[in-house]
């Protein structure tokens, strides 16, 4: 665990206390302390451990809140769900233009096709509008490079021979679609410029007590660290920022409160296989057999395929693929793409995780609604909480929180520029693999890991290749021991704990 001593911050106040660092609560502590609001950002593990790095990666263009798997004419029966749609999808392209043209080193261009089948619900005609309605929601955006493949020109998109029932395939769309390189990074920038700004951010520190005050400070958070030596601090607060995602409701019931569910998880189960070359840059959007989107997508030399969706209310930080999930998704995509011929053999590794919906009683399923809860309806006075943000709108939603908190009290600190470039890593003759010497030791000073799976899942990135940096685990976990304070011993360990990370939250099928 970090090394750090909570019992330092004992007695300390301030403005704003953000509780959850996934990639929304990272990027309200960067634009509040932007702001000039004094913050503390906390999370109860390390951060961008949760939903943000369990994701389907996608910087979507709001395409599938038009195509959604249901009839085009039934959604013009409900135009209260239309309009909500549209706005979203506008939010959706907003995003994809900031980040894109702002972070372009963190996402990276793919060919994305959309089969279009004769039995299904939308026609050639309907995907024509639904890109043209994407393209009024930002005329001047970062261009969709939309076209149009009719059953004579087919061939000119590589992996059509790989579709399923190519007698009944009408026509192939094509735009151009982004992939997050890598989301956990994005939110450690956000963190760490934050801190830079001003802010307090402590990985692995459990919120044990949270209790309204009748005097001075609104708020007293009891916190504790994770490790045994790190002590614990009580700390008063104005205002709370409940962003901890699948947990809010289980935050929430901390105070005592009895207040009606927030949000909705639902586990979402991915696999990650090798794809022949004609794959190379492409992927794949289509209905699995339940109408509900697939997505074949290239990420660092595999493909990854999901995803699925059910009700979850289990251990939400031990979740993983189940045999049984990842035998759906293996029969999902050999029936999407069958000459694939996928077995459990070719899986190289999965992984799971819980989106935090928002509750909503007409949507079982949970809604996508981007919803920011003031909970003084419940009896919690300044105690805002969010749900259904996902890491492409993470700066509007941190805009909106700032809106939102000003309109109630000013900020005591003189407003700065927040930074979305993150750190670029220089050349170096000491190597591991792409990962210089010089960046993993900055990595271990200055971004506090508290273990080797920290430094290879989320601030290197590691974890997400073929091999999920197991051949440079050695050498990485060596050159952070001085600095950790790591023994041999100590780094073997490491190691270890590392490989059961893998066996257990990026497992492969039991027999294989």
Request: with cysteine; net charge neutral.
């Amino acid at each position: 665990m970090p090394a750090f001593d909570l019992s330092s911050l004992d007695q300390t106040h301030v403005e704003i206390a953000i509780i959850g660092a996934g990639i929304n609560g990272a990027s309200a502590a960067q634009h509040l302390s932007a702001a000039g609001y004094r913050v503390m950002l906390v999370d109860q593990g390390d951060f961008a451990n949760g939903a943000t790095s369990r994701s389907s990666r996608l910087l979507h263009c709001g395409l599938r809140h038009l195509a959604t798997g249901t009839n085009f004419w039934q959604s013009l029966l409900r135009p209260d769900r239309l309009a909500k749609s549209m706005k979203t999808v506008r939010d959706d392209m907003l995003a994809r233009d900031e980040i894109v043209r702002t972070i372009p080193d963190r996402v990276k261009p793919i060919n994305f096709c959309v089969p279009i089948y004769n039995d299904d619900q939308y026609s050639p005609w309907q995907m024509d509008a639904a890109f043209a309605a994407l393209r009024l929601t930002s005329p001047r955006g970062v261009p969709l490079d939309y076209r149009k493949y009719s059953q004579k020109n087919q061939a000119e998109v590589p992996v059509t021979p790989w579709l399923r029932d190519p007698h009944k395939l009408r026509s192939v769309a094509v735009f151009r679609e982004y992939i997050f390189d890598w989301p956990e990074r994005i939110a450690l920038d956000a963190v760490f410029d934050a801190r830079r700004m001003g802010a307090i951010v402590r990985n692995y520190t459990r919120v044990v007590d949270l209790k309204q005050q009748n005097q001075g400070a609104r708020w007293r958070m009891t916190l504790q660290a994770a490790n045994k030596d790190g002590g614990s601090a009580s700390v008063t607060t104005d205002l709370v920022l409940n962003l901890a995602g699948a947990w809010v409701d289980d935050l929430i019931q901390k105070t005592g409160s009895n207040a009606p569910p927030k949000c909705t998880g639902m586990k979402g189960v991915h696999i990650a296989l090798r794809l022949p070359e004609e794959f190379n840059d492409w992927g794949v959007f289509t209905y699995n057999s339940l109408g509900e989107p697939l997505y074949c997508l290239p990420f660092r030399g595999v493909h990854y395929v999901g995803l699925t969706r059910t009700p979850f209310t289990g251990d939400i930080a031990g979740v993983s693929a189940s045999d049984q999930e990842i035998e759906w998704m293996i029969a999902e995509t050999n029936r999407c793409l069958p000459k694939l011929a996928v077995s459990r053999h070719d899986i190289l590794y999965s992984w799971a995780g819980v989106n935090p919906l928002t509750s909503d009683p007409e949507e079982p399923m949970g809604s996508r609604e981007i919803k920011i809860h003031d909970l003084a309806r419940d009896g919690l006075p300044d105690f805002l909480t969010l749900t259904g943000g996902p890491i492409m709108t993470h700066r509007r939603v941190a805009r909106q929180l700032v809106k939102s908190i000003s309109g109630r009290r000013s900020p005591a600190g003189t407003p700065q520029c927040p930074v979305y470039q993150g750190v670029q890593v220089a050349s170096d003759q000491r190597e591991v693999a792409s990962i210089p010497a010089t960046e993993i030791e900055r990595c271990v000073r200055e971004e506090m890991p508290g273990s080797l799976t920290d430094l290879l899942m989320r601030r290197l990135g590691l974890g997400w290749e073929p091999d999920q940096g197991i051949g440079q685990a050695r050498s990485i976990a060596e050159i952070a021991a001085p600095y950790l304070g790591w023994s041999t011993s100590r780094v073997d360990a490491e190691i270890q704990r590392y490989q059961l990370h893998l066996e257990k939250a990026r497992r492969r099928p039991t027999s294989v």
